[in-house]
């Protein structure tokens, strides 16, 4: 179990620009989880599969953001045109539904991005 | 809609002492769960512990131990015997039970500092 990996660790862009984030879930986990977290708050819910199937989305995730996990397993998160309203820690997480843990998720080590 | 609340900005604890982590949230739901999770300076959010509301018994994992108050909605974190390693921020997070809505919602968390 090599936990969750996201890549990259940092992206530096300038306003304007597109950026896309991927995150390896644990390898038996049916769900994957986005975040977004801020300097001093907590993670804010972005949107969710399970398996393939994109089952959430919040209002935080506008027009400029999309989410894919084509074959239920990594994903991609791309933020096309970049505000620097978007500089954030961008965090994965995945879980297991159904398992006995409580659908515990469990985070990546995240993507921090700065816009310039 | 379900929101969590962390009081404490800001605590402080001696090494080898005890410290109490607040947490109170809202939610008309009678079945859900609660977590604590720990984000070290390096930023990777690690679950500590984590209680299912329909369970009256409070959650242990060595030196950490939960209070869970149903009616009161509260769900305070003690650590006990605190090490240096424990400095942190600490996030308490809902979680629905059931459904298609399987997200964290976050306090603002706590940052803890461990003095030598």
């Known amino acids: 179990d090599t936990g969750v990996s996201q890549n990259p660790r940092h992206k530096i862009t300038k306003r304007g620009q597109n950026v896309t984030f991927r995150c390896d879930p644990i390898?038996?986990?049916?769900?994957l989880y986005w975040y977004r977290q801020t300097l001093g708050q907590g993670p804010e819910f972005l949107t969710y599969f399970q398996n393939e199937a994109q089952l959430e989305k919040s209002r935080l995730l506008s027009d400029r953001f999309s989410a894919e996990r084509p074959k239920g397993s990594f994903s991609t998160l791309e933020i096309q045109r970049t505000e620097q309203g978007d500089s954030a820690m961008y965090l994965c997480a995945s879980s297991l539904n159904g398992g006995t843990l409580m659908d515990t998720q469990y985070f990546g080590p995240g993507t921090r991005l700065t816009v310039l | 809609a379900q929101t969590v609340t962390q009081s404490q900005p800001e605590m402080s604890v001696q090494e080898a002492e005890t410290v109490t982590l607040s947490c109170t949230y809202d939610t008309s739901e009678s079945d859900y769960y609660l977590f604590w999770y720990k984000q070290p300076p390096s930023r990777q959010m690690i679950l500590v512990i984590r209680?299912?509301?329909?369970?009256?018994q409070n959650a242990t994992e060595n030196r950490f131990s939960v209070n869970f108050q149903k009616a009161a909605k509260s769900f305070s974190l003690k650590i006990s015997d605190s090490q240096l390693g424990d400095a942190a921020m600490y996030f308490c997070a809902y979680r629905t039970d059931g459904g298609s809505q399987g997200n964290l919602i976050f306090g603002k968390g706590t940052k803890l500092s461990v003095k030598p």
């Open positions: 390898s038996e986990h049916n769900r």
């Open positions: 209680q299912e509301a329909y369970k009256q």
